[in-house]
């Protein structure tokens, strides 16, 4: 994997990181400050699925440091390349059903992680 290929996946993975944090331990707190469509007294209600979300979002950010570990650079690339089309996957259908901005959040960055590891 190329330098700028682990770069993006580092930065990949911490943006999946800040997104556990929010979702499992900081919802109800900081969630209402980023998720500002969200009524206010939905984030109580919610706080189990976005728990869920969360862990979700950590799988991926362990799947991309994961990758970052591995030795075999053809291992590495395809680990790498594998986590980063789930992220771009869920990013895509992210921005389709719920916001725009998850597009370029969270699908862009994982999109140019896949362009660094063909080229």
């Known amino acids: 994997m190329s330098v700028v290929s682990a770069i993006i996946a580092i930065l990949v993975a911490g943006?999946?990181?800040y997104i556990l944090w929010l979702e499992m331990f900081a919802w109800e707190?900081?969630?209402?400050k980023v998720f500002r469509t969200?009524?206010?007294e939905m984030f109580a209600p919610t706080r189990t699925m976005a728990a869920n979300q969360g862990l979700y979002n950590g799988f991926?950010?362990?799947g991309l440091i994961w990758a970052l570990l591995i030795s075999n650079p053809v291992w590495q690339s395809h680990v790498a390349l594998f986590f980063f089309g789930c992220?771009?996957?869920a990013g895509i259908y992210g921005a389709?059903?719920?916001s725009r901005k998850i597009?370029?959040?969270q699908a862009?960055?994982?999109?140019?992680?896949?362009?660094?590891?063909?080229?």
Do not use: E, K, N
């Open 108 to 119: 862009l960055p994982a999109l140019f992680g896949i362009l660094s590891l063909m080229f």
């Open 38 to 40: 969200l009524p206010r």
């Open 15 to 17: 943006i999946h990181l």
């Open 103 to 105: 597009f370029y959040v």
């Open 60 to 62: 991926l950010a362990a």
């Open 87 to 89: 992220v771009a996957a």
């Open 96 to 98: 389709i059903t719920a």
């Open 29 to 32: 707190s900081r969630g209402p």
